[in-house]
C-alpha cells in the first residue's frame, strides 16, 4: 500500500514535469485549475508559472493529489492530451508536408502565458497566439525575440489614481524557459557589436507546443553594464537603448538561429523591430561571394514584413548619426555604402532619418496590414516609397489578423462547443464553427454565467463588489489616447441613468495600462480612476489594475459587453473583440479595424456612421452614438428579450470563431506568403547553382 502510494506520488510528478515542462498547457481550459488543485499554495507562491511551481509543491501536498482519485487521473489526462499536441497528425502535414520550409518569426515581444511577462499588449499578444496556431497546424516555425529579465512594467496606482510603474526581476529560473547549450554543456553564445563593444548573449528557449521560441539574453556576466543592460525591459530607455534592442534582436538573433544549426526559408518580421535581420543576411550572402544586389534580391524573395500601426509613434525612426554609429560594420561588409543603405530606410527623397518600416518594406518581398481598412490605410501612408506605382498599386497587402480561440474560449463555453462539435482546437475547419447556431439557449446561457461569475470573482479578490444580474459592459486595451477611453464618460448624466436604473443596471469594468512614457494616456486612466472611486460612480464602474494575460482572458470571458471605440481608422485591427466575440461576448464598436470586416447586426452593434472618411467632429457623434445605442438598443435588449440577446451571442461565436482565428490567419501566411516565399528563394538558389 505504501509502496504504491509512492509509486503513484512519483507518477503524478514525472505527468507535472511534462506538463509544466511546455506552454502548450495554456490551451488546455482545465490545465491551470488542475495544476492549482495539486497544491494551492505552490501554484500562489509560483505566482501561477509552470516553471517555478513544481520547485514549490510540497511533498506531502504531491502525495494528497496522487492519493485523490479524481486529480490523479485528471493529471495523468491532462498529460496524455498534451503528449496528443505534440505529436499528433497536422493540417501542414497532409496539406504541404512534403516542402522542406522553416519560417523564423521574430517579434520584439511574445505574449504566450502571464507567467512569462515578455509583452506589452496587441502585437505580443499576436505574436504568441501565431506560434500557438503554428503549433497546432504543424507549421515548421520558430520564434525569435529577447527575454526581458524586467519585462513589461506591472502597473499599481496611487491615492490619486495615477499610474505607478514597477518592474520586478525575472529570475530565469522561475520562468518556464531552459538554456541553450553546446554539445559540450556550454551556453550557446552569440555576439553583436554595439557601438564599438563586443556585447554576448545566451538563448533561452520556451517550449510553445511543437514550436520552439528562442529569447536572447545580454544579461551575462561578461558583459559591461551597459551590454547587460540591452535586454533588461521591454519599451524601456531612449533611442539608442532601443536601436541596441533592435540590433540584438535583428542581428543576434539571425546569428543565434545559425548557431543553434537552423536554416530557416523564410522570416517574418512582426513590425519594423526586427527590420536588421534583413542587413545581416545580406552581409552574410556577401561574404559568401555574392553581390549586394544579388543577395539583396534572395533576402527579399524570402521576407515577409508585417506593419501593425497607422500610429506614427508605433514606427521606429533613427537619427541618422546614430543609425550610422550601430549600423555602419554591418553595412561595410555588406558590399554596399553607408549612402545607398539608408536609402533603402527613407520615406521620402531627401528623408535625413533612418526608418525600420522603410527598410523593412524595401527588404521584404511579402508586406501586410491586420485588416483590410488597415491594407488600405498602410498603402496610402507609405505609397511614397514607390513613386512609380499609384496609390492602389503599392505592394501591401493585408492578413486580418485572428486570436488562438483554444486559448481565449473559456472552459466552461469550450466544454459546450466540444460537445456540439465546433472543436476549435482542429485545424482550420471554419465550417464547423457554423454550428455554434444551434447550440442550446439554456445551456449557453448557463456556460456564459459560470464564465461572468468567475469574472466577477476575480474583481472581488481586487476589491470590488459587482452585481451578477447587471449588464457587464467590459473596456480594456493599452490606454493610449487614439482608444479613446474617455469617449463612455463624456456626458456623466447619460452615464449616470444607466448605471443607476433601478429595474436595467449597468456595471462597466476597465482595465489597460500606458505606457511610462504616456502621460496624457496616463491622464486618461487617472481620470477614469478618480471618477471609479467617487461616490457618484457608487462601485458601478470598476478599474480593474495591472492588465496581462490573465485579466484579459477572465475579462473577454466574462462581460456581456465588449466596448471599443478607437478614432477610426487608427485601430489597425485589435483583438480583444475577437476573444469575446467568440465567447459570445456581444461586440459594441467603433467600424474600425477587424469590425469594419466583422460587424453585422446578427452579433453585434457599430458606433458611428460606418463611413470611413467622415473624421471631422469624431468624438461628439461617435459619443452620441455610443450613448444612443446603449439607451434604446443594448440594455433594452439585454433586459427584455434574452432570447434575442441569447440567438446574438450564438451569431457571433459562429461568426467571430469562423473568421478571426489564428489557425485562419496563419493558414493564409502559410500559404500566401510562406510556401511563395519559399518557393521563390529556391528558385534564386538554383539559378545560381
Ligand atoms: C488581446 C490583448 C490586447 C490587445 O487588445 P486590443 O483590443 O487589440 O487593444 C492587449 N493586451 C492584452 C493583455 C491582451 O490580451
Known amino acids: 500500500?505504501?509502496?504504491?502510494?509512492?509509486?503513484?506520488?512519483?507518477?503524478?510528478?514525472?505527468?507535472?514535469?511534462?506538463?509544466?515542462?511546455?506552454?502548450?498547457?495554456?490551451?488546455?481550459?482545465?490545465?491551470?485549475?488542475?495544476?492549482?488543485?495539486?497544491?494551492?499554495?505552490?501554484?500562489?507562491?509560483?505566482?501561477?508559472?509552470p516553471g517555478a511551481f513544481l520547485g514549490e509543491v510540497a511533498p506531502e501536498e504531491l502525495d494528497r493529489a496522487a492519493a485523490d482519485d479524481a486529480t490523479r487521473e485528471g493529471v495523468l489526462r491532462l498529460r496524455d492530451r498534451l503528449a496528443r499536441e505534440l505529436t499528433g497528425p497536422t493540417w501542414w502535414q497532409a496539406a504541404h508536408g512534403g516542402e522542406d520550409v522553416l519560417v523564423a518569426y521574430?517579434?520584439?515581444?511574445?505574449?504566450?502565458?502571464?507567467?512569462?511577462?515578455?509583452?506589452?499588449?496587441?502585437?505580443?499578444?499576436?505574436?504568441?497566439?501565431?506560434?500557438?496556431?503554428?503549433?497546432?497546424?504543424?507549421?515548421?516555425?520558430?520564434?525569435?525575440?529577447?527575454l526581458y529579465r524586467q519585462g513589461y512594467f506591472r502597473q499599481g496606482l496611487d491615492e490619486d489614481g495615477w499610474q505607478q510603474e514597477?518592474?520586478?526581476?525575472?529570475?530565469?529560473?522561475?520562468?518556464?524557459?531552459?538554456?541553450?547549450?553546446?554539445?559540450?554543456?556550454?551556453?550557446?553564445?552569440?555576439?553583436?557589436?554595439?557601438?564599438?563593444?563586443?556585447?554576448?548573449?545566451?538563448?533561452?528557449?520556451?517550449?510553445?507546443?511543437?514550436?520552439?521560441?528562442?529569447?536572447?539574453?545580454?544579461?551575462?556576466?561578461?558583459?559591461?553594464?551597459?551590454?547587460?543592460?540591452?535586454?533588461?525591459?521591454?519599451?524601456?530607455?531612449?533611442?539608442e537603448q532601443r536601436i541596441r534592442q533592435e540590433v540584438v534582436l535583428g542581428v543576434g538573433g539571425t546569428r543565434a538561429l545559425h548557431a543553434l544549426g537552423l536554416?530557416?526559408?523564410?522570416?517574418?518580421?512582426?513590425?519594423?523591430?526586427?527590420?536588421l535581420l534583413t542587413l545581416e543576411r545580406i552581409r552574410v550572402l556577401v561574404r559568401a561571394g555574392l553581390r549586394f544586389d544579388e543577395a539583396l534580391r534572395r533576402v527579399r524573395a524570402s521576407t515577409a514584413f508585417t506593419t501593425h500601426t497607422?500610429?506614427?509613434?508605433?514606427?521606429?525612426?533613427?537619427?541618422?548619426?546614430?543609425?550610422?554609429?550601430?549600423?555602419?560594420?554591418?553595412?561595410?561588409?555588406?558590399?554596399?555604402?553607408?549612402?545607398e543603405l539608408a536609402a533603402l530606410a527613407r520615406s521620402y527623397d531627401d528623408d535625413p532619418l533612418f526608418g525600420m518600416t522603410p527598410l523593412a518594406l524595401r527588404t521584404s518581398g511579402f508586406a501586410n496590414g491586420v485588416s483590410e481598412l488597415h491594407g488600405d490605410v498602410s498603402r496610402k501612408m507609405w505609397r511614397g516609397l514607390w513613386p512609380d506605382l499609384g496609390e492602389a498599386e503599392a505592394p501591401i497587402g493585408?492578413?486580418?489578423?485572428?486570436?488562438?480561440?483554444?486559448?481565449?474560449?473559456?472552459?466552461?463555453?469550450?466544454?459546450?462547443?466540444?460537445?456540439?462539435?465546433?472543436?476549435?482546437?482542429?485545424?482550420?475547419?471554419?465550417?464547423?464553427?457554423?454550428?455554434?447556431?444551434?447550440?442550446?439557449?439554456?445551456?449557453?446561457?448557463?456556460?456564459?454565467?459560470?464564465?461572468?461569475?468567475?469574472?466577477?470573482?476575480?474583481?472581488?479578490?481586487?476589491?470590488?463588489?459587482?452585481?451578477?444580474?447587471?449588464?457587464?459592459?467590459?473596456?480594456?486595451?493599452?490606454f493610449a489616447t487614439y482608444k479613446r477611453a474617455g469617449l463612455l464618460f463624456s456626458s456623466p448624466e447619460r452615464l449616470?441613468?444607466?448605471?443607476?436604473?433601478?429595474?436595467?443596471?449597468?456595471?462597466?469594468?476597465?482595465?489597460?495600462?500606458?505606457?511610462?512614457?504616456?502621460?496624457?494616456?496616463?491622464?486618461?486612466?487617472?481620470?477614469?480612476?478618480?471618477?471609479?472611486?467617487s461616490a457618484e460612480a457608487g462601485g458601478r464602474v470598476v478599474f480593474l489594475e495591472d492588465y496581462d494575460l490573465a485579466?484579459?482572458?477572465?475579462?473577454v470571458q466574462g462581460c456581456d459587453v465588449w466596448l471599443n471605440t478607437p478614432h477610426r481608422p487608427l485601430e489597425a485591427s485589435g483583438t480583444s473583440g475577437m476573444k469575446a466575440g467568440m465567447n459570445g461576448v456581444l461586440n459594441l464598436s467603433v467600424l474600425d479595424g477587424w469590425w469594419y470586416e466583422g460587424y453585422e447586426p446578427a452579433l453585434g452593434w457599430a458606433i458611428g456612421d460606418g463611413d470611413p472618411s467622415n473624421d471631422a467632429d469624431a468624438d461628439r457623434c461617435d459619443g452620441e452614438s455610443l450613448f444612443g445605442l446603449l439607451e434604446q438598443r443594448v440594455v433594452p435588449l439585454f433586459y427584455e428579450d434574452r432570447p434575442r440577446w441569447i440567438e446574438m451571442m450564438r451569431a457571433s461565436i459562429a461568426s467571430v470563431g469562423a473568421a478571426f482565428n489564428t489557425h485562419r490567419m496563419v493558414c493564409q501566411y502559410a500559404e500566401g506568403l510562406y510556401l511563395p516565399a519559399h518557393r521563390a528563394l529556391a528558385e534564386l538558389e538554383s539559378l545560381a547553382a
Not at 509613434?313 to 541618422?320: M, R, S, T, Y
Not at 460537445?419 to 457554423?434: K, L, N
Not at 429595474?503 to 496624457?520: M, N, S
Not at 485579466?551 to 475579462?555: C, G, N, T, W
Open 496 to 533: 449616470a441613468r444607466l448605471l443607476f436604473d433601478p429595474h436595467r443596471p449597468v456595471q462597466i469594468l476597465l482595465a489597460g495600462k500606458a505606457h511610462p512614457a504616456d502621460d496624457a494616456g496616463k491622464r486618461l486612466i487617472q481620470q477614469v480612476v478618480r471618477f471609479a472611486r
Open 398 to 478: 493585408h492578413v486580418t489578423n485572428g486570436v488562438h480561440a483554444p486559448s481565449w474560449v473559456s472552459a466552461p463555453i469550450a466544454a459546450l462547443l466540444d460537445a456540439h462539435g465546433v472543436a476549435p482546437a482542429a485545424a482550420p475547419a471554419a465550417q464547423r464553427w457554423e454550428r455554434a447556431h444551434s447550440l442550446d439557449p439554456g445551456a449557453l446561457w448557463a456556460a456564459h454565467a459560470d464564465s461572468k461569475r468567475a469574472l466577477l470573482a476575480a474583481a472581488e479578490r481586487r476589491g470590488a463588489v459587482l452585481d451578477a444580474e447587471a449588464l457587464t459592459i467590459g473596456f480594456a486595451r493599452r
Open 166 to 239: 514597477r518592474y520586478p526581476e525575472n529570475d530565469p529560473d522561475r520562468l518556464p524557459v531552459i538554456l541553450e547549450r553546446r554539445d559540450d554543456g556550454a551556453p550557446v553564445r552569440v555576439a553583436v557589436e554595439l557601438a564599438g563593444e563586443q556585447v554576448g548573449a545566451h538563448v533561452w528557449r520556451a517550449d510553445v507546443g511543437r514550436v520552439r521560441l528562442y529569447l536572447l539574453d545580454c544579461a551575462l556576466e561578461e558583459n559591461s553594464d551597459a551590454g547587460r543592460a540591452v535586454t533588461a525591459t521591454l519599451y524601456g530607455g531612449d533611442r
Open 551 to 555: 485579466l484579459a482572458r477572465a475579462l
Open 1 to 49: 500500500m505504501q509502496q504504491d502510494a509512492s509509486a503513484a506520488s512519483e507518477q503524478v510528478r514525472r505527468a507535472l514535469e511534462e506538463i509544466c515542462g511546455n506552454l502548450a498547457f495554456t490551451w488546455q481550459p482545465d490545465a491551470r485549475e488542475l495544476l492549482e488543485r495539486v497544491d494551492p499554495r505552490a501554484w500562489d507562491r509560483a505566482g501561477g508559472s
Open 106 to 146: 521574430f517579434s520584439s515581444e511574445f505574449g504566450v502565458d502571464e507567467s512569462l511577462p515578455i509583452y506589452a499588449g496587441g502585437l505580443g499578444v499576436l505574436a504568441g497566439d501565431h506560434l500557438k496556431s503554428a503549433s497546432q497546424l504543424g507549421l515548421p516555425l520558430v520564434g525569435v525575440g529577447l
Open 310 to 339: 497607422p500610429v506614427p509613434a508605433g514606427h521606429d525612426i533613427f537619427d541618422p548619426d546614430l543609425a550610422h554609429r550601430y549600423l555602419a560594420p554591418l553595412v561595410a561588409e555588406a558590399g554596399v555604402s553607408w549612402g
Open 263 to 275: 536554416a530557416p526559408t523564410v522570416f517574418h518580421m512582426n513590425e519594423g523591430h526586427a527590420a
